[in-house]
């Protein structure tokens, strides 16, 4: 439980929580994971299950999570805790809070090496370290930056310090702020992506691909894929919007907040569909490229367009700030429930996550490297 029995700490401004709520939402599953699953599971039928989902199940998770934190006012665990014991059932229910606290750093120990993969050719591409690559170049890079764990975990760690270095700066002054800028930022960025992707021939040919309907290419997979997205793309059950709702005031209403971060995260996903997918068929690549998509076909067709080389910074500049904004909400269940009960400041408890999340990272990206083979049922930590 929070040991100081003071009022807990509110967004600032009218929109931080939907601002911050909405940084969450939108990140590496947007902009990374949506397009290239879209591709894997034949596009339109899959889009139109993955909406169904957002709506049927995501919006009243997201509602029940936002609720939640409003009325316990503090981390999974304790906002758990406390509004179950005022209504007289067990607090063996904070178990639950326990176990989203686990989610949201389990996902994170992955998110900062994809992040970092997003740093990195934000880098490559700032440098020119990718001119002239043909498609054979472009997947010996990709696999010649994950071999060598000095230049994974470079960047990885990378992430995890500016993640640290925001969430320790506190709710208003580091969360709030950096998003107050980072979002409109993101947003400005993708319409311009859009803008070039309309001129680059494959736009049609896009839209095609995300709207039109053909239910045989609809999978049970599929399904199961656009249901877990859904999860994964509003941030629910890691502990991350629980813990954003109980920084909200009493009287806000969440069922417009939620409709609001929703909403968002889905234009979003749609957008980023419709900036990446017009360049992916403009220069006839194949959009069920899988992870490698955005890191080894976009790069690619960047270059091979006018302007191409600063459109690319632009989008790995927004991939990465992208995954910041979400970053920052994962590890801040835990960093407000260490605040909360053991009685540390927030940026010891900032730093003191953040070499948790080092090693625990550390091994999902060693992964694709000296811990290749380190596999548990046949999969490695990273998976
Ligand atoms: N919603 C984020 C994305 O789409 O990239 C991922 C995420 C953020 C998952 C925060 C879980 C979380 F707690």
């Known amino acids: 439980m929070a040991s100081s029995g003071q009022p807990r700490i509110q967004w600032l401004g009218r929109w931080g929580f939907v601002l911050a709520a909405t940084g969450s939402a939108v990140g590496l599953g947007n902009i990374w994971k949506f397009p290239y699953i879209t591709g894997e599971y034949g596009g339109g039928a899959f889009v139109l299950v993955y909406l169904a989902c957002i709506l049927a199940v995501g919006v009243p998770v997201m509602m029940t999570e936002i609720a939640f934190g409003r009325r316990g006012r503090g981390s999974p665990i304790d906002a758990i805790r406390r509004v179950v014991s005022e209504s007289g059932r067990s607090s063996g229910w904070s178990l639950i809070g326990w176990m989203a606290m686990l989610c949201g750093f389990m996902v994170l120990s992955f998110y900062v090496v994809v992040a970092g993969w997003s740093f990195?050719?934000?880098?490559?591409?700032?440098?020119?370290?990718?001119?002239?690559?043909?498609?054979?170049?472009?997947?010996?890079?990709?696999?010649?930056?994950?071999?060598?764990?000095?230049?994974?975990?470079?960047?990885?760690?990378?992430?995890?310090?500016?993640?640290?270095?925001?969430?320790?700066?506190?709710?208003?002054?580091?969360?709030?702020?950096?998003?107050?800028?980072?979002?409109?930022?993101?947003?400005?960025?993708?319409?311009?992506?859009?803008?070039?992707?309309?001129?680059?021939?494959?736009?049609?040919?896009?839209?095609?691909?995300?709207?039109s309907f053909n239910a045989g290419s609809l999978s049970s997979a599929g399904m199961l894929a656009a249901l877990g997205h859904a999860f994964f793309t509003l941030s629910l059950a890691s502990g991350a919007i629980l813990t954003y709702g109980s920084y909200l005031p009493k009287g806000a209403s969440i069922g417009r907040t939620t409709v609001s971060v929703a909403l968002a995260d889905t234009v979003v996903a749609l957008m980023a569909g419709l900036a990446i997918f017009p360049v992916i068929f403009a220069n006839g690549m194949n959009p069920g490229e899988g992870p490698g998509l955005i890191f080894m076909s976009l790069p690619l067709a960047f270059q091979a367009m006018p302007l191409g080389t600063l459109f690319g910074i632009l989008f790995f500049l927004m991939l990465s700030m992208a995954a910041l904004t979400s970053s920052i909400s994962m590890v801040e269940a835990t960093v407000s429930w260490l605040c909360d009960n053991k009685g540390i400041t927030r940026p010891v408890a900032a730093w003191s996550t953040g070499i948790v999340l080092w090693l625990v990272s550390t091994l999902a990206m060693l992964s694709f490297n000296l811990g290749a083979d380190w596999t548990l049922a046949g999969r490695h930590f990273f998976e």
């Open 120 to 211: 990195s050719y934000l880098w490559k591409m700032l440098s020119g370290g990718l001119a002239g690559s043909s498609v054979d170049d472009m997947a010996a890079i990709f696999a010649a930056n994950n071999a060598n764990p000095w230049v994974l975990g470079g960047w990885s760690t990378l992430v995890t310090l500016l993640t640290m270095l925001i969430v320790g700066k506190g709710v208003q002054e580091g969360i709030e702020k950096s998003v107050s800028w980072m979002m409109p930022g993101l947003v400005l960025m993708l319409v311009l992506l859009i803008v070039f992707g309309v001129f680059s021939g494959g736009f049609g040919d896009a839209v095609r691909f995300l709207f």
